[in-house]
């Protein structure tokens, strides 16, 4: 019988890396990596084609309480001011094996709702 967990995870690592082999980052138009653990969420503005983090952001620096998807949408927001710091207007938004919904739906919208399109 299989280990249920090596299954999930390895289901997980497959559409992670389906959804990356589609994209690529440039300078000029970043890929928005998101990581999601349980208690946090991180994104990270990626340009492959010279292997840089351009900039990044997490609900570490936010030190409000309150729910996670609301907290999710100010950690959009602060990082889409970062990238607007850096004259970086559009991007190409990675969830990576998440589904688009929750915390991570609530992450893009702060980002758009800070000038950022993708």
């Given amino acids: 019988m299989k280990d249920v967990n090596k299954v999930k995870k390895a289901k997980f690592f497959r559409r992670q890396r389906r959804t990356r082999a589609k994209m690529i980052g440039t300078a000029t138009k970043p890929r928005m990596s998101v990581f999601r653990s349980l208690l946090h969420i991180y994104v990270q503005a990626i340009d492959d084609v010279n292997s840089l983090t351009l900039a990044a952001a997490s609900d570490k620096d936010i030190k409000e309480k309150g729910k996670k998807a609301d907290i999710a949408a100010k ?14 207007t559009e991007g190409i938004f990675d969830k990576g094996a998440y589904k688009y919904h929750g915390r991570v739906k609530a992450l893009a919208d702060g980002i758009r709702k800070s000038g950022i399109n993708f």
């Fill in 75 to 88: 950690v959009g927001e602060t990082f889409g001011k970062k990238l607007a710091d850096k004259k970086i």
